[in-house]
Each structure stands twice: as structure tokens, then as C-alpha cells.
């Protein structure tokens, strides 16, 4: 059996397409737990931001019963519109397939607040606009595993690439000799790689023991 080849996600290729981060809508994940939801939402934006992918972001009724976003992306976000829709499918929006589309990349990247529809069904419909899409797994929340293990296979079967946001990113950064890499991995939280290449330095270097 012959496989596709492989077209990889780059800066160059990707856009990435954040749905419904709202304070009111966060409570109920449970996967990951609502913290780390937006631990993870904000870092995957952030590196995002450093390596110049460009960002779609769309709330559902954010002066409603959903509220704003997070203020930690409201603050990355200062100066970009930020899409208000009542459209369940952001595809369904024509202001966000048209922003989409005027980026000129093949690629979609998404997250949203609730994996079983505000990423699933988005992705879905990238794969049907004919992008590549990208499911970021864990900068989007599940009310439980159901919801969340549901979602995956039905992502999965329909195209849709399903991956942890760190992954995501670091497959974008490409070459760790990138001048951008420690910006990057200190956006998604693995700053530690960096000392970690200390710590291996000085338990690998020969100790001179003076004589006695």
C-alpha cells in the first residue's frame, strides 16, 4: 500500500484560526483542565505571533452570555480585529473564510474552546475548502473524554491532522539553530530545553581534580 507524501507544516504555508476562547465558555474543560487550556491556547498564539504566522480569531456572541476572550490573548490581540459571529461553524462566516483566504496559505491551523464543534467542525470544513488542516488537541477543551476521543476519530477519518500544540509549533520553527527558537520555546513553555543544554555541558565536561 502506497502512502501520500508528506506536504509539512511551515511558517510559510500555515495560518492559524483560534475559536471562542471566551471566559465564559472555559469552565466546563475538563481536557486539559481550564488552566491549562489557556496556558496552552495563549503559548501556541504567542509562538505564532514570533515566527509570523498569520491569525484568524473569532468569539460567538462575546457581549452575550459567552463574554470576551481571555485577557491574556485580549492583550496579544490589541491591535487585530477579533471576529464576533453567530455562525456555529466559523465557515459558515463569510468574514472568516474571506480573512482566511486573503493570507494565502494552504494550511489551517485551528483551536477552539470546544473540541467536539468549535475545532472539529471548522477543521472538517478547512479539509472540505481543500487546506490542509490541523486539529491543536490541546489548546482545545473537551467536557470529557467522550467528547474529546469522539471528536478525534471523527477529525481524523475526515483528513484533519491531529496534533499537540507544542508539536505544531516546533514542526513551523523547523532548524533549532533558528535565531527565533528560544523566543519559540519559551512561548510554549519549554524554556527548560535551553538550560537543560547547561546542565548536559556540565555533567559531560571532565572535572580536573587538583592533585593532593
Do not use: W
Request: with cysteine.
Amino acid at each position: 500500500m502506497t502512502h501520500p507524501t508528506y506536504d509539512r507544516l511551515t511558517r510559510a504555508n500555515a495560518v492559524l484560526l483560534l475559536v471562542d476562547h471566551q471566559v465564559g465558555l472555559i469552565a466546563g474543560s475538563r481536557y486539559p483542565e481550564p488552566q491549562d487550556l489557556r496556558k496552552n491556547a495563549v503559548g501556541l498564539m504567542r509562538a505564532s505571533k514570533i515566527l509570523g504566522v498569520p491569525i484568524v480569531v473569532t468569539t460567538t456572541m462575546s457581549n452575550g452570555m459567552f463574554g470576551p476572550i481571555f485577557p491574556e490573548l485580549a492583550e496579544l490581540l490589541k491591535d487585530q480585529e477579533i471576529i464576533d459571529r453567530t455562525t456555529v461553524n466559523p465557515f459558515d462566516e463569510p468574514r472568516i473564510t474571506s480573512s482566511i483566504k486573503r493570507t494565502g496559505r494552504s494550511k489551517v491551523i485551528v483551536a477552539g474552546v470546544n473540541t467536539g464543534v468549535c475545532t472539529c467542525f471548522p477543521a472538517i470544513s478547512a479539509v472540505d475548502s481543500g487546506y490542509g488542516a490541523y486539529a491543536a488537541i490541546d489548546a482545545s477543551g473537551a467536557f470529557d473524554a467522550i467528547e474529546q476521543q469522539t471528536a478525534m476519530i471523527r477529525m481524523t477519518q475526515a483528513g484533519v491532522i491531529v496534533a499537540d500544540h507544542n508539536a505544531i509549533v516546533v514542526e513551523m520553527l523547523a532548524n533549532n539553530a533558528d535565531p527565533l527558537a528560544a523566543q519559540v520555546y519559551a512561548a510554549i513553555g519549554l524554556s527548560h530545553f535551553v538550560s537543560m543544554r547547561d546542565i548536559y555541558s556540565t555533567i559531560t565536561t571532565p572535572k580536573i581534580v587538583a592533585p593532593s
